[in-house]
C-alpha cells in the first residue's frame, strides 16, 4: 500500500490566492521529504528538500518566498503556493525515503498534486 | 552540475514488440534507480543497481548498469498495454543521499 500520502490530489484556485499542499508519511518517519515538480510530458524537478525542525533547502531559481515549505513533524511535510498565478499550474509531488541521507535509498512518491489556477 | 540523460524521449511499439530505454549521467553514480510512471499517476520506484555491470530482471524486465556506473539501460521484452507509461532513470545527487536528479524520461505507447 501507500507509505507516502499527498493531499489534496487536485486543486482549482483563482489567481492571487494561497493553497497548502500536504504530504505525510504513513509508517516511517521522514526527517527529509522531497518536493518535485512536473509539466506535462515532462521530468520531475526537484524544487527543494524539506527538513524537520529546520528550514528547507531550494534549489536554483524556486523562491522560496513563494513556495513555502515547512516540516513540522516527522511524518508531515506542507508545501504552500503563495499568490498562485497562471504559470504556476503545474503537477507537484512530494516525496521521501526510509532511510535519508542513504545513496542507495529509494524514492517513495505520494500520488501528486494537480493545481490549476485561473 | 550532474546530468542525466535518457533517450528516446518517445517510443511507439506494436504490443509484443520489445522496448530498450537509454539513460547516460555526466558523473559516476552511486546507483542508478529506475522509476514508472503510468499516465496520470506517480513515479513508482521499480529497481535499484548498485555494482558495476549489474544486471537484474523482474519479469519481461532487464536492467542493467554499465561497467563505468555512468550509463544503464531497460529493456522490455514482449511488451504489453500494462507496459504504457514513462520510464524515469535517476541518479544521486553528488552531494547529498537521498536527493535525486531524474532523466527526461521516456514515453512508452503500446498499441494493442
Known amino acids: 500500500g501507500a507509505v507516502v500520502s499527498q493531499h489534496p490530489s487536485w486543486v482549482i484556485c483563482k489567481s492571487g490566492t494561497s493553497v497548502k499542499i500536504e504530504c505525510r508519511s504513513l509508517d516511517f518517519q521522514a526527517t527529509t521529504m522531497f518536493w518535485y515538480r512536473q509539466f506535462p510530458k515532462q521530468s520531475l524537478m526537484l524544487m527543494a528538500t524539506s527538513n524537520e525542525g529546520s528550514k528547507a533547502t531550494y534549489e536554483q531559481g524556486v523562491e522560496k518566498d513563494k513556495f513555502l515549505i515547512n516540516h513540522a513533524s516527522l511524518t508531515l511535510s506542507t508545501l ?3 499568490s498562485a498565478h497562471p504559470e504556476d499550474s503545474s503537477f507537484y509531488i512530494c516525496s521521501a525515503s526510509r532511510s535519508p541521507g542513504s545513496y542507495n535509498s529509494p524514492l517513495h512518491f505520494g500520488n501528486g498534486t494537480r493545481l490549476t489556477v485561473t | 552540475g550532474q546530468q542525466v540523460m535518457q533517450i528516446p524521449q518517445y517510443q511507439h511499439v506494436q504490443e509484443g514488440e520489445d522496448f ?4 547516460n549521467s555526466s558523473t559516476t553514480l ?5 522509476y514508472k510512471q503510468r499516465p ?16 537484474k530482471k523482474q519479469k519481461r524486465l532487464t536492467f542493467q548498469f554499465g561497467e563505468a556506473k555512468k550509463n ?16 524515469f532513470c535517476a541518479g544521486p545527487g553528488e552531494t ?6 531524474f532523466g527526461e524520461g521516456t514515453q512508452l505507447t503500446v498499441n494493442p
Open chain 1, 80 to 82: 504552500t503556493v503563495t
Open chain 2, 20 to 23: 530498450t530505454t537509454y539513460c
Open chain 2, 30 to 34: 552511486s546507483n542508478i534507480q529506475w
Open chain 2, 40 to 55: 496520470g499517476g506517480h513515479p513508482v520506484f521499480l529497481i535499484q543497481l548498485v555494482k558495476s555491470g549489474e544486471v
Open chain 2, 72 to 87: 544503464s539501460s531497460l529493456h522490455i521484452t514482449a511488451t504489453q498495454t500494462t507496459d504504457v507509461g514513462t520510464y
Open chain 2, 96 to 101: 547529498s543521499g537521498s536527493r535525486l536528479t
